[in-house]
């Protein structure tokens, strides 16, 4: 699952950037309101965590303009514990949670589940294309009713392909959703990250999931 970090306090972002990718989402992280704002419109993201007190756009700031824009992506709002007043703001603007700082990681990535299920549904939180099944919340795979072990990585990859089936992603859309902003777009990680997910899936009969597009990327293929 993809999430937008948006907090200007070094040591909580980055525990909570560390804790998250432990659990296997992946973090768009930045340190300001006003990149946090755009970044938040031009991408697609299955979660939003923003600090209510950051530099440039506040948290109620990108929260109210997103609403507006028509938005709906879940958000959290993270908030001193004595900011009664935002936090009830927050919610009357169209906030799905907060939560009040010291907070534990593991809380938070409960509630980043919780409101991504309230958002989607259950039956969004289970792609199934073809022989393959990937459960976005158990984060268990399956190739023809048999268990298929994956990293975090190769986990985020088939689930990022498998949400487009039928659609090219070129290397770098994959770099970007899955690595980060800040990988080498030169780099063969993709490549090799495919040749790894395809060592597994193939044995059990998944061998035409993914396919390669000389000189582009990879799509996932749709089941005629």
Known sequence: MNVLF?????????????????????????DNGDEGYIRAMENQ????????MVPGKDGLSILKH????GRNVPVILLTARNELDDRLEGLYLGADDYIAK????????????????????DRQNLLC????KLDRIT?????????????????NLLEYLMRSPGRVLTRT?????????????????????I???????????????IESVRGVGYRFCKPE
């Open 6 to 30: 948006v907090e200007d306090e070094s040591k909580i972002a980055n525990f909570v950037q560390a804790g998250l990718k432990e659990q296997g989402f992946v973090v768009d992280y930045c």
């Open 45 to 52: 993201y299955d979660a939003l965590v923003l600090d209510i």
């Open 66 to 69: 997103l609403r507006r824009a």
């Open 102 to 121: 010291p907070f534990y990681v593991e809380e938070l990535v409960a509630r980043i589940h919780a409101v991504i299920r309230r958002s989607t549904g």
């Open 129 to 132: 294309v073809g022989s393959i």
């Open 139 to 155: 984060r268990e795979v399956t190739c023809n009713q048999q268990v298929v072990e994956l990293t975090t990585r190769e986990f």
């Open 173 to 193: 859309q994959i770099l970007e959703h899955v690595w980060g902003y800040d990988f080498n777009p030169n780099t063969n990680v993709v490549d090799v990250c």
């Open 195 to 209: 040749q790894r997910i395809r060592k597994k899936i193939d044995p059990l009969g998944g061998a035409d999931g």
